[in-house]
């Protein structure tokens, strides 16, 4: 019950209301004119996750899965409501380690890391194991690397936790392909610690219902991937250039 009404709450602050009593802009529309700004999206994309929320420093955002049926993107879910970074979203191009904040972007879906053996996913997957770790150590040269085993990291976040945060937990590509020092590390999707999405140190939080309902939705073959950031800075459409995004805020 709490979800339910944590998620109609938050799609009644999510509705823009003109002065002049045109339609209200709903979260989905303005997903859809999100992703038809940013028309330099990779044409092999055809599943988008759109994440934005409407005061950049805000920790709390709101996810719509779109898929593209011909050259159309088309709402498949209802307003999900997210949990960012504690201190929102930093501005393109500034996000940094330790700073609290998830990075603006287009960035490519990835490994996806999951407790249990058996899942409901086509996406492919790792079981996790008490081995497996992600790098964070900025000096390290796997910094933003997963590991399994012995690492000589000063530090890293161990992938298999106490909590269930991390049962499901996939990687949001920032900072990735190269890595570049300091800029961020460990930008996952992941699962929120209960039945509201609570802020992250620069992670997308969702609960375990819908990110299940996500797993069971993507299809490797039409390339999941993520577009998020503050909703003016997304409408700008800069965004979307995959190599500017894989060198300074695809991490």
């Not at 002049?20 to 999206?41: F, H």
Request: proline share 7%.
């Amino acid at each position: 019950m709490n979800s339910i009404f944590y998620l109609l709450l938050f799609h009644t602050c999510m509705v823009s209301i003109s002065a002049n009593g045109k339609e209200p802009v709903t979260p989905e529309k303005k997903a859809l004119q999100i992703a038809k700004r940013n028309a330099g999206l990779p044409d092999n994309v055809r599943q988008l996750l759109v994440v934005f929320n409407e005061t950049p420093e805000s920790s709390s955002a709101v996810l719509v899965a779109l898929e593209k049926k011909g050259k159309l993107w088309r709402i498949v879910s209802a307003p999900i409501p997210a949990g960012i970074g504690r201190k929102g979203f930093a501005a393109p191009g500034a996000k940094r380690e330790g700073d609290q904040q998830s990075p603006s972007g287009f960035f490519r879906l990835g490994q996806l890391f999951c407790y249990d053996k058996d899942v409901k996913t086509r996406m492919p997957f790792i079981q996790t194991t008490a081995e497996d770790k992600w790098i964070d150590d900025p000096d390290s040269p796997d910094y933003n690397r997963h590991v399994r085993g012995e690492t000589q990291a000063k530090s890293y976040e161990k992938l298999k936790i106490r909590s269930d945060e991390y049962k499901y937990c996939m990687v949001i590509e920032y900072n990735t392909h190269p890595v570049v020092k300091d800029m961020g590390s460990a930008i996952f999707l992941h699962l929120s610690e209960g039945d509201n999405p609570n802020p992250s140190a620069g992670c997308v939080v969702v609960t375990e219902s819908d990110m299940e309902w996500l797993l069971n939705w993507m299809k490797p073959e039409l390339k999941p991937s993520i577009l998020m950031g503050n909703d003016k800075v997304l409408m700008s459409g800069k965004l979307t250039d995959p190599m500017k995004a894989g060198s300074k805020s695809a991490k």
